[in-house]
């Protein structure tokens, strides 16, 4: 008799330790999942500020639409951002990078899918959109100093813009609903700037020279200083010289030679 006592308390105890099991779990395979989207939806929210900051630097570099229009633009962007750099063009920029070259959702990264492997990101020509606004700097700061430079250079100032991405993604945290509404993500950067109307790296430098005091002192006295400053350093720079090429030129195919000093 004890000992059909205890073993029906021993049952009793497997019973309710696996209901307890069973509670938990429900409990903790949701928090689990929404974890793991947690860093996926983390991670494309950082992408969508960087597409942002691109977006809006490139704008308020090139106000011209006529030059560089939105469409194109936003097309850049969302292959540059938004595909594996490795899949389109092995890893390298090109003019006409496209997200209508890449074949469905093939290219994106492998943490932008769901625990079934399907994308979380569908259709990026449509679910993914810039909206442009001006941004108001005002009349100080940032927008002196941007009036002082263009000015000095001759050039024409048109003010900032703002770049605000939008991205619609699968919602995975919703487990009621049948058709859950998609997740939509945004990031806005808004950024000043001037080209100064530049079209090349020859004008850029015309345009530099400007704003650079060096670049007026007379040619004996520019010899004068080096001379000077060769006591001290002896390859020391130049005065006044103002190079245009970022890249030598010998590591860019074709490129012509504009390291000439102004």
Not at 2 to 28: C, N, P, W
Not at 96 to 103: A, E, F, N, R, V
Not at 204 to 228: I, N, Q, Y
Request: proline residues 6%; glycine residues 8%.
């Amino acid at each position: 008799m004890k000992y059909s006592s205890a073993h029906s308390g021993r049952s009793m105890q497997r019973g309710q330790s696996i209901a307890e099991f069973l509670v938990a779990l429900a409990v903790l395979t949701p928090l689990f999942m929404a974890v793991t989207y947690a860093g996926r939806y983390g991670d494309l929210q950082m992408t969508a500020t960087q597409a942002s900051r691109y977006a809006a630097f490139q704008r308020a570099r090139e106000p011209s639409e006529s030059r560089l229009g939105n469409s194109v633009l936003e097309d850049q962007m969302r292959t540059r951002f938004f595909a594996d750099g490795k899949y389109l063009n092995k890893g390298h920029l090109q003019s006409d990078d496209s997200i209508d070259k890449l074949k469905k959702e093939k290219g994106q990264p492998a943490l932008w899918t769901d625990l079934s492997g399907a994308p979380l990101l569908t259709t990026p020509e449509k679910n993914i959109t810039v909206n442009w606004t001006d941004a108001p700097v005002g009349s100080a700061g940032a927008a002196k100093a941007m009036g002082l430079m263009t000015k000095t250079a001759g050039k024409s100032y048109n003010g900032g813009k703002v770049a605000q991405v939008e991205v619609k993604l699968a919602n995975k945290l919703d487990l009621v609903s049948d058709s859950p509404k998609p997740i939509v993500i945004a990031a806005a950067t808004a950024a000043i700037g001037d080209s100064l109307n530049s079209g090349g790296s020859m004008p850029t430098r015309d345009a530099a020279s400007t704003l650079v005091p060096t670049s007026k002192v007379p040619g004996v006295l520019k010899g004068l200083l080096e001379e000077a400053l060769s006591l001290f350093e002896p390859e020391g720079p130049i005065i006044g010289c103002i190079k245009p090429d970022v890249v030598a030129h010998e590591r860019l195919d074709g490129a012509p030679d504009n390291s000439a000093c102004k």
